[in-house]
């Protein structure tokens, strides 16, 4: 009887969490961030896609105060909110 609760060899492995799952913000650093992106989502019936600048500050927030790992923005998905780099004409100087 006492092998019926044996399940082989294999035990369990504790892995870090995926993406998304990240600490919480104890001390408040990045609350009033969070709490102007919910007042867009709330003011524009939480469609996510008209508070997409409040998204993207909050999130450097979070990163800033490391809570959460540093990822570039345009993996986050805010490629067309970046500054665009400065072009070759600008950078180059004039003879």
């Known amino acids: 009887m006492s092998t019926a609760m ?5 035990s369990f492995k504790p892995r870090a969490p995926d993406k998304g799952a990240f600490p919480l ?12 992106f919910m007042k ?5 019936n939480f469609d996510n896609s008209l508070c ?8 450097e927030c979070r990163m800033d ?6 990822e ?4 986050l998905g805010f490629k ?4 665009p780099p400065p072009s070759q004409a600008d950078t180059d100087p004039e003879p």
């Open 72 to 75: 570039p923005l345009t993996k």
């Open 80 to 83: 067309d909110l970046m500054d």
């Open 6 to 10: 044996n399940f082989g060899s294999k």
């Open 52 to 59: 997409r600048l409040q998204s993207k500050h909050y999130l």
């Open 25 to 36: 913000d104890h001390f408040g650093e990045c609350k009033a961030l969070k709490e102007t």
């Open 40 to 44: 867009c989502l709330r003011s524009n």
């Open 65 to 70: 105060n490391q809570l959460m790992a540093k």
